[in-house]
């Protein structure tokens, strides 16, 4: 009976570890102000960035994105690079990529690109078109397929170079966000996870 219950206690603990970890990209509250935001996130020609400080989701700072996709180049592009070594680059485990936007005017369809270190699209995350409102949290699957169908490999995963945030040319309209929070999840590999298990349970026989 004991052991029964040892190893529910062990297999409870692993669950928990499974859950995964919050890994925080960019929750806007290191910048100084709109120039500091804006050398972060290169944006196209027709992409307007601000640092907000009335609008945000959790902390003080946001940052306000306005776009118009009736000008050239005719889609919206914020790019963040987010890995400056190869350990920054290595996203082995990630399963999903999220982030939080205010819509105050919707127009054109979200995505969110991982790009690999050598300037290459490799998962295309499909949101949607925005609604107008309040906070909402987009969550991407990175598991599945992308928009175009594609999976992303363990190759691929340890050389994430860069994350857009983008607006598809579908009416050509303009339209204003709010993003914040834009966090990655990281759940433990199964082979880590079963080995930290039959740890545990060596050790709990050796107690004995």
């Known amino acids: 009976m004991k052991k029964l219950v040892l190893c529910a206690l062990v297999l409870l603990g692993m669950a928990s570890l499974c859950k995964g970890d919050t890994i925080m990209i960019d929750n806007y ?3 100084a102000n709109t120039l500091a935001l804006r050398a972060a996130y290169p944006s196209t020609a027709n992409v307007t960035l ?3 400080t009335t609008e945000y989701h959790s902390g003080g700072k946001s ?3 306005e776009y118009d996709n009736g000008k050239d180049p005719w889609f919206a592009k914020a790019e963040h690079q987010v890995a400056f070594t190869p350990e920054q680059a290595d996203w082995t ?3 999903e990529l999220s982030i939080w936007y205010k819509c105050t005017v919707k127009q054109e369809p979200l995505q969110l690109v991982l790009v690999d270190a050598w300037g290459i699209n490799v998962f295309v995350g499909l949101i949607g078109t925005p ?5 909402t949290q987009a969550v ?4 599945g397929p992308d928009k175009n169908g ?3 490999t363990a190759a691929e995963l340890q050389r994430i170079g860069r994350v857009d945030i983008v607006f598809t040319a579908k009416n050509y309209g303009a339209g ?3 993003f914040d929070d834009l966090a990655r999840m990281v759940v433990p590999e199964p082979a880590a996870m079963v080995l930290l298990g039959l740890g545990s349970l060596g050790l709990l026989r050796k107690r004995k």
């Open 63 to 65: 940052m306000f994105y």
């Open 176 to 178: 204003k966000v709010y």
């Open 29 to 31: 509250e290191s910048y």
């Open 131 to 135: 609604a107008e409102g309040d906070w």
């Open 140 to 143: 991407i699957d990175l598991t």
């Open 93 to 95: 485990g990630t399963t």
């Open 150 to 152: 594609k999976y992303l």
């Open 50 to 52: 601000t640092l907000s």
